[in-house]
């Protein structure tokens, strides 16, 4: 079956570096997916990987490897307000969105 | 500026009645989703269409339906057939199949069905 893995709850103080990891298993891969959502608001983009490597887009970075179904995003300089979840989502051979649960992030002055 | 508009935010209905979230975007895209999020749960697709007058159930689609009349709308009917109807549902479009662009979201509507 098609699997997505991400932690479900992460601390990190405001001013610091986290690191969100992602592992998926999907029948083929057409690119990786990272969404922040704020509680009872709508997913916003991130960022996307197709390629291995690093993608930086400013505070965040996403990164990916094929061969090992893994990414992560880096967030770096924290603020309070990118406390949220991060959604994690691979879309498949059909071009099909499966979805991780979501990574909670709180951040602590 | 181009977006997705759902409403209402909040829903409340009676066990029993069918209620109707509304879905519309100026995006012009083809492509539009209706998905649920429960807590502790990744996004779940309920249906999908890629065309006006065609559309394909996702992976709960029992007790719901849906229509596409319009490339801009794109109704969902919760029915008294969904058993297990509360929960947050969120609406998307993208420009269409086999294109790995990203999904725009509506703000979400929350029914609670008591």
């Known amino acids: 079956g098609q699997n997505i893995d991400q932690p479900t709850e992460m601390t990190a103080t405001e001013g610091a570096i986290v690191q969100i990891n992602c592992t998926y298993q999907t029948s083929g891969f057409n690119g990786l997916f990272w969404y922040q959502q704020h509680a009872g608001e709508a997913p916003t983009f991130l960022s996307y990987n197709v390629l291995d490597g690093l993608e930086e887009k400013g505070r965040f970075s996403s990164f990916l490897s094929r061969s090992k179904g893994y990414s992560y995003l880096l967030l770096k300089e924290l603020q309070m307000k990118d406390s949220a979840s991060y959604l994690c989502a691979v879309m498949d051979s059909n071009y099909q969105l499966i979805w991780g649960a979501g990574t909670k992030l709180i951040i602590k002055p | 500026d181009g977006g997705i508009t759902q409403s209402p935010k909040y829903l409340f209905r009676k066990e029993g009645q069918n209620v109707t979230l509304s879905c519309e975007q100026n995006l012009n895209h083809d492509a539009m989703y209706w998905y649920r999020q429960d807590p502790g749960q990744g996004l779940r697709l309920i249906y999908y269409s890629q065309i006006v007058n065609d559309f394909q159930k996702g992976d709960i689609a029992e007790g719901y339906s849906v229509s596409r009349e319009k490339k801009e709308s794109f109704p969902l009917t919760v029915t008294s057939a969904q058993k297990n109807p509360t929960a947050f549902y969120l609406c998307?479009?993208?420009?269409?199949?086999?294109?790995?662009?990203?999904?725009?979201f509506g703000n979400g509507t929350r029914l609670t069905v008591t």
């Open positions: 998307a479009s993208s420009k269409g199949e086999g294109d790995p662009s990203p999904l725009h």
